[in-house]
């Protein structure tokens, strides 16, 4: 199977869960909460995480699923040749309160890593998308990322470490302000990370609270885009679970600058 063949295979899961979840009405009152108050989960996270694993399963029977509700598949073990990373719905906050910031995210990794990614921004109708060596897309159209080469008048997204501010969070903020750059907080790292590679975010900054499932997409559509990925060391070829950056490349080195001053 090539990266084209597990891109189209992950747009056909993208595309049924977008329907499920847009066709959903959860409410605080039909939800429950993980580790704290603000972690929810609603039976609409579950029934897609079921709903995508069974089709993987039923096209793969010997990859492996890792998803944020259900964890590992207990039988594959550790030789599949295949994991998919899945968050059935990412922004589950956002999902409960009827905030439309909501994504599905799924990514197809290998022995050299990210292969496919798909990011579907439910409530704009729309998938994001990469495959390795393969580019960046919007639905069936070919994208790249921005080509700014300042912080003034472009978008910066970030995220809460959980619900709490992450260290230099404040110096971070002011310092893009400072330059007019617009900074956002909307709910969702996956969409945080896709939107740099499609050429609507300048860059993206996520503090390192995330796992595999959350970013993996998201970053493998930003760099198909043409966007340097970063950890607070500097551009790398992985995708660092302590904190990672996305952004074009005429702002990557200040971005990064900025970001890891206060660390």
């Known amino acids: 199977m090539t990266p084209q063949e597990l891109r189209a295979f992950a747009l056909q899961l993208a595309e049924e869960a977008m329907v499920t979840i847009a066709g959903a009405h959860a409410s605080p009152d039909q939800s429950a909460t993980k580790v704290d108050a603000g972690d929810w989960v609603t039976p609409f996270d579950k029934a897609v995480e079921t709903q995508t694993r069974d089709r993987i399963h039923a096209q793969y029977p ?25 968050d059935p719905i990412d922004g589950t906050m956002n999902f409960v309160h009827g905030v439309p910031w909501v994504a599905f995210s799924l990514a197809a990794v290998d022995s050299q890593g990210i292969v496919a990614g798909v990011v ?13 060596g393969g580019g960046a897309y919007i639905d069936a159209r070919r994208v790249n990322c921005a080509s700014h080469d300042r912080i003034g008048g472009g978008v910066f997204l970030t995220e809460w470490s959980r619900q709490a501010a992450w260290s230099g969070m404040d110096e971070y903020l002011h310092a893009i302000s400072a330059e007019a750059g617009a900074s956002r ?15 609507r975010a ?24 043409g966007a340097v990925i970063a950890g607070r060391s500097g551009p790398t070829g992985e995708v660092p679970l302590d904190g990672v950056m996305a952004a074009t490349p005429g702002v990557a080195d200040k971005l990064l600058k900025l970001w890891s001053a206060d660390q």
């Not at 590992?72 to 599949?80: E, F, K, M, Q, S």
């Not at 579907?120 to 390795?132: F, G, K, L, M, N």
């Not at 907080?185 to 499609?198: E, F, N, Q, R, W």
């Open 62 to 86: 010997g990859h492996r699923v890792v998803g944020e509700e259900f964890g590992a598949d207990a039988d594959a073990g550790g030789g599949a040749e295949i994991t998919w990373y899945l």
């Open 120 to 132: 579907a921004d439910v409530y704009r109708r729309e998938i994001y998308s990469a495959s390795r």
């Open 185 to 199: 907080i909307m709910g969702s790292c996956a969409l945080a990370l896709a939107l740099v590679g499609v050429g």
């Open 202 to 225: 300048t860059g993206t900054v996520l503090p390192g609270f995330y796992n595999p499932w959350d970013v993996y997409a998201g970053a493998l559509i930003a760099r198909e885009g």
